[in-house]
Protein backbone atom coordinates (compact mmCIF):
# COMPACT_ATOMS: atom_id res chain seq x y z
CA UNK A 1 0.00 0.00 0.00
CA UNK A 2 1.57 4.00 -1.09
CA UNK A 3 -0.82 5.82 0.79
CA UNK A 4 -4.37 6.62 1.61
CA UNK A 5 -5.73 7.42 -1.82
CA UNK A 6 -9.43 8.78 -0.90
CA UNK A 7 -12.05 8.88 1.26
CA UNK A 8 -15.26 7.55 0.17
CA UNK A 9 -18.38 9.46 1.61
CA UNK A 10 -21.72 8.68 0.99
CA UNK A 11 -24.42 11.72 0.54
CA UNK A 12 -27.74 12.28 -0.57
CA UNK A 13 -27.55 15.60 -2.76
CA UNK A 14 -24.24 15.98 -4.15
CA UNK A 15 -25.07 19.50 -4.97
CA UNK A 16 -25.69 20.34 -1.50
CA UNK A 17 -22.38 18.24 -0.30
CA UNK A 18 -20.31 20.42 -2.97
CA UNK A 19 -21.16 23.44 -1.40
CA UNK A 20 -20.84 22.42 2.19
CA UNK A 21 -17.53 20.99 1.39
CA UNK A 22 -16.21 23.96 -0.56
CA UNK A 23 -17.13 25.97 2.49
CA UNK A 24 -15.02 23.08 4.90
CA UNK A 25 -11.91 22.78 3.03
CA UNK A 26 -11.93 26.12 1.27
CA UNK A 27 -11.83 24.95 -2.34
CA UNK A 28 -14.22 23.94 -5.22
CA UNK A 29 -14.39 20.01 -6.61
CA UNK A 30 -10.98 19.85 -8.68
CA UNK A 31 -13.61 17.00 -10.80
CA UNK A 32 -17.31 15.47 -11.12
CA UNK A 33 -18.33 12.73 -13.28
CA UNK A 34 -20.48 9.80 -13.53
CA UNK A 35 -19.81 5.97 -13.00
CA UNK A 36 -22.03 4.27 -14.86
CA UNK A 37 -20.94 0.73 -13.81
CA UNK A 38 -21.90 2.03 -9.78
CA UNK A 39 -24.98 3.90 -10.78
CA UNK A 40 -23.15 6.81 -8.85
CA UNK A 41 -22.27 10.98 -9.42
CA UNK A 42 -19.16 11.88 -7.82
CA UNK A 43 -17.04 14.29 -6.74
CA UNK A 44 -13.71 15.07 -5.44
CA UNK A 45 -12.15 17.62 -3.64
CA UNK A 46 -7.84 17.33 -2.67
CA UNK A 47 -7.27 17.75 1.26
CA UNK A 48 -3.91 17.53 1.53
CA UNK A 49 -2.22 14.39 -0.12
CA UNK A 50 -5.61 12.46 0.28
CA UNK A 51 -8.71 13.06 -1.64
CA UNK A 52 -12.27 12.90 -0.31
CA UNK A 53 -14.81 11.50 -2.46
CA UNK A 54 -18.58 12.70 -2.22
CA UNK A 55 -20.73 9.73 -3.90
CA UNK A 56 -24.79 10.22 -4.53
CA UNK A 57 -26.76 7.46 -6.03
CA UNK A 58 -28.21 7.42 -8.98
CA UNK A 59 -30.64 4.61 -8.80
CA UNK A 60 -32.10 3.65 -4.93
CA UNK A 61 -30.83 -0.48 -5.36
CA UNK A 62 -27.43 0.59 -6.34
CA UNK A 63 -24.25 0.12 -3.68
CA UNK A 64 -24.47 3.81 -2.50
CA UNK A 65 -28.29 4.11 -2.53
CA UNK A 66 -28.43 0.85 -0.24
CA UNK A 67 -26.01 2.25 2.27
CA UNK A 68 -27.92 5.48 2.65
CA UNK A 69 -30.82 3.64 3.44
CA UNK A 70 -29.18 1.66 5.67
CA UNK A 71 -26.84 3.52 7.56
CA UNK A 72 -27.52 7.32 6.45
CA UNK A 73 -24.87 9.61 5.05
CA UNK A 74 -21.49 9.46 6.09
CA UNK A 75 -18.13 7.18 5.63
CA UNK A 76 -18.49 4.33 2.72
CA UNK A 77 -14.82 3.53 2.21
CA UNK A 78 -11.13 3.74 2.53
CA UNK A 79 -9.24 3.73 -0.11
CA UNK A 80 -5.58 2.67 -0.85
CA UNK A 81 -2.92 3.45 -3.58
CA UNK A 82 -1.39 0.49 -4.58
CA UNK A 83 1.27 -0.07 -7.46
CA UNK A 84 0.25 -3.21 -8.84
CA UNK A 85 -3.33 -4.02 -7.77
CA UNK A 86 -3.87 -7.54 -9.17
CA UNK A 87 -0.79 -8.64 -6.65
CA UNK A 88 -2.17 -6.89 -3.81
CA UNK A 89 -5.48 -7.96 -4.45
CA UNK A 90 -3.99 -11.91 -4.52
CA UNK A 91 -2.01 -11.13 -1.54
CA UNK A 92 -4.83 -10.12 0.82
CA UNK A 93 -7.07 -12.62 -0.82
CA UNK A 94 -4.81 -15.04 0.51
CA UNK A 95 -4.48 -13.20 3.96
CA UNK A 96 -8.28 -14.16 4.59
CA UNK A 97 -9.89 -10.81 3.12
CA UNK A 98 -13.22 -11.57 1.46
CA UNK A 99 -13.44 -10.18 -2.15
CA UNK A 100 -16.78 -8.18 -3.64
CA UNK A 101 -15.50 -9.01 -6.88
CA UNK A 102 -13.50 -11.58 -9.09
CA UNK A 103 -11.37 -8.52 -10.80
CA UNK A 104 -10.19 -4.97 -10.79
CA UNK A 105 -12.94 -2.67 -12.77
CA UNK A 106 -12.80 1.04 -13.97
CA UNK A 107 -13.93 3.27 -11.14
CA UNK A 108 -13.66 6.77 -10.95
CA UNK A 109 -10.74 9.61 -11.22
CA UNK A 110 -9.34 7.37 -14.08
CA UNK A 111 -8.34 4.75 -12.02
CA UNK A 112 -8.79 0.53 -11.48
CA UNK A 113 -10.98 -0.24 -8.27
CA UNK A 114 -10.95 -3.57 -6.16
CA UNK A 115 -13.56 -3.84 -2.72
CA UNK A 116 -12.84 -5.70 0.27
CA UNK A 117 -15.63 -6.76 2.48
CA UNK A 118 -16.33 -5.29 5.30
CA UNK A 119 -17.44 -7.98 7.39
CA UNK A 120 -13.62 -8.77 6.70
CA UNK A 121 -11.95 -5.68 7.77
CA UNK A 122 -13.51 -4.41 11.06
CA UNK A 123 -17.10 -2.44 9.65
CA UNK A 124 -15.57 -0.70 6.92
CA UNK A 125 -15.53 -1.45 3.29
CA UNK A 126 -11.95 -1.06 1.69
CA UNK A 127 -10.79 -0.16 -1.86
CA UNK A 128 -7.59 -0.86 -3.55
CA UNK A 129 -6.93 1.87 -6.35
CA UNK A 130 -4.34 2.19 -8.90
CA UNK A 131 -3.50 4.85 -11.71
CA UNK A 132 -4.38 3.88 -15.53
CA UNK A 133 -1.63 4.73 -17.56
Do not use: W
Amino acid sequence: MQKVEHIGIAVKNLAASNTLFSKLLNQQPYKQESVASEQVATSFFHAGETKIELLESQNPESAIGKFIEKKGEGIHHIAFAVADIDAEVERLKAEGFIAISDKPKQGADNKLVFFFHPKSTNGILIELCQEII
